[in-house]
């Protein structure tokens, strides 16, 4: 038994020499301070980075803002305008339809209280088109 220890102990010291021999050294302490002093520094010019794109997000988000604005501005000036222009083409319509001028090929769209009263007056059993309507009976 004396031997077997013997020869045991000789192994475990052995095998204790050649592992501590064969183990990889640690860092010093330096160098992981320098490793959390750069990892730091990164750090931080990220947070930099997001903050300087988060205003200029901030600043775009709100120049889109304004030209939205603008812009439904624009469209409700142009509807006006097109408005306007579609009741100066039904009067030239009808002054063209007055004065006997063909305007066949475009549709034209009465309005007003002439051709209101008109509406009333088919409604009520009357025969004649508009234009009779308008020039000898409604006045």
Known sequence: MRTALLVFTALFMTGYVFTIANAKQSPTIDEIDALLSKVSKNVESAGEVTKMAQTMNAKMVESKVAEKEALKE???????KAEALAQKV???AVKMIGSGIDTATEEIK???P???AYLNYVEEGGKEDFQYFRLYIYK
Do not use: L
């Open 74 to 80: 624009d469209v409700k000036k142009a509807e006006a």
């Open 90 to 92: 039904e009067v030239y």
């Open 110 to 112: 009465y309005s007003g």
């Open 114 to 116: 002439t051709y209101d």
